[in-house]
């Protein structure tokens, strides 16, 4: 590290996370000397502001990373498949956003609140979970550690915000044409090259990405596989359905998990959510208190309430977990990444 910071590109600047990327290393103040902002050719030349500086983003190339310490990746499993190993090859440790290293033997895949110790095994690349995977284990990992944790079945309520800024477009025409009693044609959700588009206004489409030939879609499929390899219980049962609703940010998760054992109450897991690192239990039902994804956009952390027992299994409970997909499920995981690089003396 220079005297005043580390040398920091981010790829896909001007993409949805990218933005909130760049947006968090500012509010954290992440020791920076040296920014580079990086991006598709489409979207090179356009000048973002960071502190008050204003930055060119340039068109992302192997030899961009000349000199890189920390690269931020967020453009596409394509782009970080591509450009990866070259920054890598330079010297650079990066953090991936995408899903192209998540499964890979030899990536550490990591939420910090949960497994930050993985950063020690790093070869260059360290992978970011999917978001919706990192709000639910943040919450479970305080549970699995007190009390074991044998299945997990997750439905999600996730925000079109996950699927970019065009799905977020289209929700607001769609929303728009059906209260002024428009004709519209549905065109981007499901996303990922799928033939058949459906109006997500005033709807729940229960798709997120391609369905697999076990009949989950990809994104299940990501969830199940990513929270046994987080959670290092490769035998834990997990199961998952996720469904896109009409929100634009905030994904929301029904989870039922069944702990190790069946001394545990209700009130234990909630005292467990009290004081687990980078999670607000919202949870008093006489109040009518309880997460919403409207009320957690622009912060951190993951929110959990409704924790009540299972009425007939002794070790079952429910919760009830929202985050901003975009933050704790994107940019803000990324970010402390980096700065668990940094506390550990990896980088």
């Given amino acids: 590290m220079s005297s005043n910071g580390y040398r920091v590109a981010v790829i896909g600047a001007t993409g949805a996370v990218g933005q909130q990327m760049l947006k968090t290393l500012e509010e954290r103040d992440f020791p920076i000397s040296e920014l580079k902002l990086l991006s598709s050719e489409r979207s090179a ?9 204003a930055y060119t983003v340039e068109a992302a190339q192997p030899e961009s ?29 990066v953090i991936d956003n995408t899903s192209a290293y998540r499964m890979d033997p030899n990536v550490p895949l990591v939420v910090p609140e949960v497994n930050e110790d993985k950063l020690k095994t790093h070869n260059g690349i360290i992978a970011n ?42 929700l607001n025409d769609q929303t728009r044409a059906i209260l002024d009693g428009q004709e519209f044609t549905p065109s981007v959700l ?20 391609k369905f697999q030939e076990n009949g989950y879609t990809f994104e299940e499929m990501k969830m199940i596989n990513e929270t046994k390899k987080i959670m290092d219980m490769p035998e834990l049962a997990v199961a998952a359905t996720c469904v896109r609703l009409p929100v634009v940010t905030g994904h929301s998760e029904s989870v039922y998990i069944e702990t190790g054992s069946s001394d545990a109450s209700a009130s234990d897991l909630q005292r467990l959510m009290m004081e687990a690192p980078g999670v607000t239990l919202e949870d008093n039902p006489a109040e ?44 803000w995981n990324s970010v402390q990444i980096a700065e668990s690089l940094i506390k550990l003396e990896l980088v």
Avoid at 193 to 206: S, T, V
Avoid at 303 to 331: M, T, Y
């Fill in 190 to 209: 499901p996303v990922n090259g799928d033939e058949k588009h459906y109006q997500i206004a005033f709807n729940a489409i229960p798709q997120i990405d």
């Fill in 65 to 93: 990373f000349e000199n890189i310490q920390i690269a931020l990746f967020s453009a596409g499993g394509s782009v970080s498949k591509e450009l990866a190993p070259e920054a890598v090859k330079r010297g650079a440790i």
């Fill in 129 to 170: 979970p999917n978001c919706s995977t990192i709000q639910m284990v943040a919450a479970l990992e305080p549970i699995r550690k007190a009390f074991g944790l044998s299945k997990v079945v997750v439905s999600t309520y996730q925000a079109v915000s996950g699927a970019g800024s065009a799905a977020i477009n289209e």
């Fill in 288 to 331: 009518q208190l309880y997460p919403m994804p409207a009320n957690c956009v622009g912060k951190n952390d993951v929110f959990v309430g409704r924790i009540r027992k299972d009425l007939d299994q002794s070790n079952g409970f429910h919760l009830w977990i929202v985050s901003d997909n975009l933050l704790k499920g994107a940019a």
């Fill in 45 to 53: 030349g356009t000048t973002i502001t960071f502190k008050g500086k």
